[in-house]
Protein backbone atom coordinates (compact mmCIF):
# COMPACT_ATOMS: atom_id res chain seq x y z
CA UNK A 1 0.00 0.00 0.00
CA UNK A 2 3.00 2.03 0.63
CA UNK A 3 4.18 1.92 -2.48
CA UNK A 4 0.53 2.98 -4.21
CA UNK A 5 0.80 6.59 -1.62
CA UNK A 6 4.50 7.17 -2.76
CA UNK A 7 3.97 7.16 -6.58
CA UNK A 8 0.72 8.47 -6.56
CA UNK A 9 2.51 11.38 -4.19
CA UNK A 10 5.30 11.13 -6.76
CA UNK A 11 2.95 11.91 -9.60
CA UNK A 12 1.15 15.08 -8.33
CA UNK A 13 4.77 16.28 -7.91
CA UNK A 14 5.76 15.93 -11.97
CA UNK A 15 2.78 16.81 -12.43
CA UNK A 16 4.13 20.87 -11.51
CA UNK A 17 7.41 20.99 -13.37
CA UNK A 18 5.87 20.53 -17.14
CA UNK A 19 3.84 23.49 -16.26
CA UNK A 20 6.81 25.98 -14.58
CA UNK A 21 9.09 24.45 -17.53
CA UNK A 22 6.79 25.51 -20.27
CA UNK A 23 6.14 28.92 -18.79
CA UNK A 24 9.84 29.59 -18.91
CA UNK A 25 10.62 27.51 -22.08
CA UNK A 26 11.86 30.37 -23.58
CA UNK A 27 15.13 31.14 -21.62
CA UNK A 28 15.89 27.37 -20.95
CA UNK A 29 18.24 24.80 -23.22
CA UNK A 30 17.76 21.50 -22.63
CA UNK A 31 20.84 19.67 -21.89
CA UNK A 32 22.11 22.22 -19.41
CA UNK A 33 19.00 22.41 -17.89
CA UNK A 34 19.02 18.74 -17.26
CA UNK A 35 22.73 18.76 -16.05
CA UNK A 36 21.99 22.04 -13.83
CA UNK A 37 18.93 20.14 -12.15
CA UNK A 38 20.74 16.74 -11.48
CA UNK A 39 23.44 19.22 -9.66
CA UNK A 40 20.99 20.72 -7.39
CA UNK A 41 18.94 17.37 -6.55
CA UNK A 42 22.07 15.68 -5.93
CA UNK A 43 23.07 18.14 -3.21
CA UNK A 44 19.83 17.83 -1.66
CA UNK A 45 20.53 13.78 -1.81
CA UNK A 46 24.14 13.92 -0.43
CA UNK A 47 22.38 16.36 2.45
CA UNK A 48 20.28 13.39 3.07
CA UNK A 49 22.76 10.50 3.08
CA UNK A 50 24.88 12.54 5.00
CA UNK A 51 22.23 13.15 7.84
CA UNK A 52 21.12 9.52 8.03
CA UNK A 53 24.80 8.43 7.41
CA UNK A 54 24.08 6.31 4.68
CA UNK A 55 27.56 4.36 3.44
CA UNK A 56 28.19 4.07 -0.13
CA UNK A 57 28.45 0.57 -0.36
CA UNK A 58 31.27 -1.52 -2.98
CA UNK A 59 29.34 -2.63 -5.88
CA UNK A 60 30.16 -4.73 -8.26
CA UNK A 61 30.21 -3.93 -12.03
CA UNK A 62 27.01 -4.81 -13.11
CA UNK A 63 25.15 -3.07 -10.93
CA UNK A 64 27.45 0.17 -11.40
CA UNK A 65 26.57 -0.62 -15.27
CA UNK A 66 23.36 -0.82 -14.70
CA UNK A 67 22.92 2.62 -11.98
CA UNK A 68 24.82 4.46 -14.98
CA UNK A 69 22.65 3.00 -18.03
CA UNK A 70 19.30 3.96 -16.07
CA UNK A 71 20.75 7.18 -15.46
CA UNK A 72 21.52 8.02 -18.53
CA UNK A 73 18.76 6.36 -20.60
CA UNK A 74 15.96 7.78 -18.17
CA UNK A 75 16.43 10.89 -16.60
CA UNK A 76 19.20 11.79 -18.75
CA UNK A 77 18.02 11.79 -22.48
CA UNK A 78 14.52 10.65 -21.50
CA UNK A 79 14.17 14.36 -20.12
CA UNK A 80 16.23 16.24 -22.58
CA UNK A 81 13.66 14.85 -24.99
CA UNK A 82 11.02 15.31 -22.58
CA UNK A 83 12.30 19.21 -22.24
CA UNK A 84 12.50 19.62 -26.12
CA UNK A 85 8.97 18.45 -26.78
CA UNK A 86 7.75 20.59 -24.20
CA UNK A 87 9.05 23.56 -26.04
CA UNK A 88 7.59 22.51 -28.81
CA UNK A 89 4.29 21.38 -28.23
CA UNK A 90 3.81 22.82 -24.54
CA UNK A 91 3.80 21.06 -21.54
CA UNK A 92 0.38 19.50 -21.70
CA UNK A 93 0.68 17.32 -24.60
CA UNK A 94 4.06 16.73 -23.98
CA UNK A 95 3.54 14.94 -21.47
CA UNK A 96 0.76 12.75 -22.65
CA UNK A 97 2.95 11.63 -25.72
CA UNK A 98 5.35 10.77 -23.10
CA UNK A 99 3.59 9.17 -20.85
CA UNK A 100 2.90 6.21 -23.28
CA UNK A 101 5.91 5.39 -21.03
CA UNK A 102 3.67 3.44 -19.48
CA UNK A 103 3.29 0.76 -22.53
CA UNK A 104 7.08 0.57 -22.87
CA UNK A 105 7.24 -0.21 -19.27
CA UNK A 106 4.90 -2.78 -18.95
CA UNK A 107 5.96 -4.90 -21.92
CA UNK A 108 9.75 -5.04 -20.57
CA UNK A 109 8.22 -5.76 -17.58
CA UNK A 110 6.27 -8.90 -18.12
CA UNK A 111 8.57 -9.96 -21.00
CA UNK A 112 12.18 -10.02 -19.32
CA UNK A 113 11.22 -9.30 -15.59
CA UNK A 114 8.84 -12.06 -15.22
CA UNK A 115 6.17 -9.60 -13.71
CA UNK A 116 2.53 -11.10 -14.32
CA UNK A 117 0.61 -9.35 -16.06
CA UNK A 118 -3.12 -9.45 -14.00
CA UNK A 119 -6.53 -8.68 -16.21
CA UNK A 120 -6.89 -5.58 -13.30
CA UNK A 121 -3.82 -4.23 -14.22
CA UNK A 122 -4.79 -4.16 -18.07
CA UNK A 123 -8.14 -2.35 -17.86
CA UNK A 124 -6.32 0.01 -15.30
CA UNK A 125 -3.84 0.78 -17.75
CA UNK A 126 -6.53 1.26 -20.47
CA UNK A 127 -8.89 3.35 -18.21
CA UNK A 128 -6.16 5.34 -16.74
CA UNK A 129 -5.14 6.22 -19.84
CA UNK A 130 -8.29 6.81 -21.70
CA UNK A 131 -8.31 9.56 -19.35
CA UNK A 132 -5.63 11.14 -20.63
CA UNK A 133 -6.75 10.90 -24.35
CA UNK A 134 -9.86 12.07 -23.24
CA UNK A 135 -7.60 15.11 -21.86
CA UNK A 136 -5.74 15.49 -24.62
CA UNK A 137 -8.81 16.05 -27.04
CA UNK A 138 -9.29 19.29 -28.66
CA UNK A 139 -5.50 20.12 -28.15
CA UNK A 140 -4.34 17.09 -30.87
CA UNK A 141 -4.65 19.46 -33.80
CA UNK A 142 -1.04 20.67 -32.71
CA UNK A 143 0.57 17.54 -33.19
CA UNK A 144 0.00 17.42 -37.21
CA UNK A 145 2.25 20.06 -38.05
CA UNK A 146 4.65 19.35 -34.93
CA UNK A 147 6.31 15.95 -35.87
CA UNK A 148 10.08 16.86 -33.95
CA UNK A 149 8.28 17.45 -30.93
CA UNK A 150 6.40 14.71 -31.20
CA UNK A 151 9.64 12.67 -32.20
CA UNK A 152 11.14 13.94 -28.58
CA UNK A 153 8.40 13.26 -26.73
CA UNK A 154 8.68 9.50 -28.23
CA UNK A 155 12.28 9.31 -27.60
CA UNK A 156 11.17 10.34 -24.23
CA UNK A 157 8.98 7.33 -23.87
CA UNK A 158 10.90 4.32 -25.12
CA UNK A 159 14.08 6.15 -22.64
CA UNK A 160 11.74 6.61 -19.62
CA UNK A 161 10.52 2.77 -20.16
CA UNK A 162 13.63 1.30 -20.65
CA UNK A 163 15.32 2.86 -17.33
CA UNK A 164 12.57 2.22 -15.44
CA UNK A 165 13.19 -1.71 -16.05
CA UNK A 166 16.54 -1.14 -15.44
CA UNK A 167 16.20 0.27 -11.84
CA UNK A 168 14.22 -2.64 -10.65
CA UNK A 169 17.16 -5.02 -12.06
CA UNK A 170 19.43 -2.73 -9.99
CA UNK A 171 17.48 -2.28 -6.58
CA UNK A 172 18.53 -5.83 -6.00
CA UNK A 173 21.87 -4.88 -5.38
CA UNK A 174 21.54 -1.38 -3.87
CA UNK A 175 19.54 1.05 -1.42
CA UNK A 176 17.05 3.03 -3.13
CA UNK A 177 18.45 6.69 -1.37
CA UNK A 178 22.01 5.08 -2.62
CA UNK A 179 20.68 4.07 -6.29
CA UNK A 180 18.77 7.69 -6.60
CA UNK A 181 22.30 9.67 -5.36
CA UNK A 182 24.21 8.02 -7.76
CA UNK A 183 22.29 8.42 -10.80
CA UNK A 184 22.23 12.25 -10.37
CA UNK A 185 25.63 12.47 -9.70
CA UNK A 186 25.77 10.19 -13.34
CA UNK A 187 23.70 12.92 -14.91
CA UNK A 188 25.58 16.18 -13.61
CA UNK A 189 28.66 14.69 -14.28
CA UNK A 190 27.77 13.73 -18.50
CA UNK A 191 25.29 15.90 -19.25
CA UNK A 192 26.08 19.95 -17.49
CA UNK A 193 29.44 19.81 -19.06
CA UNK A 194 28.52 18.39 -22.62
CA UNK A 195 25.30 21.09 -22.61
CA UNK A 196 27.63 23.86 -22.00
CA UNK A 197 29.96 22.73 -24.98
CA UNK A 198 26.36 22.03 -27.30
CA UNK A 199 24.78 24.93 -25.90
CA UNK A 200 26.86 27.52 -24.16
CA UNK A 201 26.78 29.40 -21.02
CA UNK A 202 23.01 30.38 -19.91
CA UNK A 203 22.60 34.57 -20.64
CA UNK A 204 23.84 36.29 -17.75
CA UNK A 205 19.95 37.99 -17.72
CA UNK A 206 18.10 35.46 -17.39
CA UNK A 207 20.42 32.82 -15.09
CA UNK A 208 18.70 33.87 -11.77
CA UNK A 209 15.25 32.60 -13.54
CA UNK A 210 16.71 29.86 -14.92
CA UNK A 211 18.58 28.50 -11.45
CA UNK A 212 14.94 29.28 -9.77
CA UNK A 213 13.33 27.16 -12.10
CA UNK A 214 15.63 24.36 -12.17
CA UNK A 215 15.97 24.27 -8.52
CA UNK A 216 12.41 24.22 -8.34
CA UNK A 217 12.10 21.50 -10.53
CA UNK A 218 14.86 19.43 -9.41
CA UNK A 219 13.52 19.05 -5.91
CA UNK A 220 10.01 17.94 -7.46
CA UNK A 221 11.00 15.93 -10.26
CA UNK A 222 14.24 14.79 -8.72
CA UNK A 223 14.81 14.89 -5.09
CA UNK A 224 11.34 14.13 -4.23
CA UNK A 225 9.91 12.16 -6.87
CA UNK A 226 12.64 10.06 -8.14
CA UNK A 227 13.08 8.70 -4.90
CA UNK A 228 9.44 7.70 -4.56
CA UNK A 229 9.32 6.59 -7.89
CA UNK A 230 11.91 3.95 -7.34
CA UNK A 231 10.81 3.10 -3.56
CA UNK A 232 7.32 1.95 -4.96
CA UNK A 233 9.05 0.05 -7.95
CA UNK A 234 11.13 -1.74 -5.35
CA UNK A 235 7.53 -1.90 -3.18
CA UNK A 236 4.86 -2.62 -6.04
CA UNK A 237 6.32 -3.38 -9.17
CA UNK A 238 6.99 -1.80 -12.66
CA UNK A 239 3.77 -2.55 -14.32
CA UNK A 240 1.81 -1.26 -11.12
CA UNK A 241 4.60 1.76 -10.59
CA UNK A 242 4.21 3.03 -14.08
CA UNK A 243 0.30 2.67 -14.31
CA UNK A 244 -0.07 5.05 -11.26
CA UNK A 245 1.70 7.26 -13.19
CA UNK A 246 -0.93 8.25 -15.45
CA UNK A 247 -2.21 10.29 -12.90
CA UNK A 248 0.65 12.73 -13.91
CA UNK A 249 -0.57 14.21 -17.58
CA UNK A 250 -3.91 14.18 -16.52
CA UNK A 251 -3.10 16.87 -13.41
CA UNK A 252 -0.69 18.36 -15.95
CA UNK A 253 -3.86 20.01 -17.44
CA UNK A 254 -5.00 21.70 -14.72
CA UNK A 255 -1.45 22.91 -13.37
CA UNK A 256 -0.56 24.58 -17.29
CA UNK A 257 -4.16 25.96 -17.46
CA UNK A 258 -3.53 27.53 -13.69
CA UNK A 259 0.27 28.63 -14.43
CA UNK A 260 -1.11 30.18 -18.01
CA UNK A 261 -4.38 31.89 -16.42
CA UNK A 262 -6.52 29.58 -18.27
CA UNK A 263 -10.10 27.75 -16.98
CA UNK A 264 -9.85 24.20 -17.58
CA UNK A 265 -12.58 22.67 -19.26
CA UNK A 266 -14.80 19.71 -18.11
CA UNK A 267 -13.68 17.19 -19.99
CA UNK A 268 -10.02 17.97 -18.29
CA UNK A 269 -11.49 16.89 -15.08
CA UNK A 270 -13.45 13.75 -16.52
CA UNK A 271 -10.15 13.18 -17.69
CA UNK A 272 -8.69 12.48 -13.99
CA UNK A 273 -11.68 10.90 -12.66
CA UNK A 274 -11.11 8.01 -15.18
CA UNK A 275 -7.09 8.00 -14.67
CA UNK A 276 -7.69 7.70 -11.07
CA UNK A 277 -10.03 5.39 -11.32
CA UNK A 278 -8.03 3.26 -13.31
CA UNK A 279 -5.89 3.63 -10.81
CA UNK A 280 -7.70 2.46 -8.29
CA UNK A 281 -8.91 -0.23 -10.16
CA UNK A 282 -5.37 -1.85 -10.67
CA UNK A 283 -4.24 -1.11 -6.95
CA UNK A 284 -7.53 -3.12 -5.01
CA UNK A 285 -8.77 -5.41 -7.69
Known sequence: MLGYVAIILASVLWSLSPALISRYRSIIRPVVFTGLRALIASLSILVSLINKDVVLEVLDAETILLIISS???????????FTKSIKILGGFIAVV????????????????????MRVSLVLGAVLAFS?????????????IVKREGIAYAVLASISWGVSTSLIKVALRSVDEVVLVFLRLVTIFVVFLPLGLVIEGSPPRNVFKRL???????????WSLGMYLFVYSIGSIGVSNTVVATALTPTLTTVTTKVLAGEKPLLKHFLGVLMTSVGILITAFW
Not at 105 to 115: D, N, W
Open 211 to 221: LAVASVTAILD
Open 71 to 81: ALIGPGLGDIC
Open 131 to 143: GVVLVAGSDSSQL
Open 97 to 116: LSYTYIFVAQAIAVVFLSEF
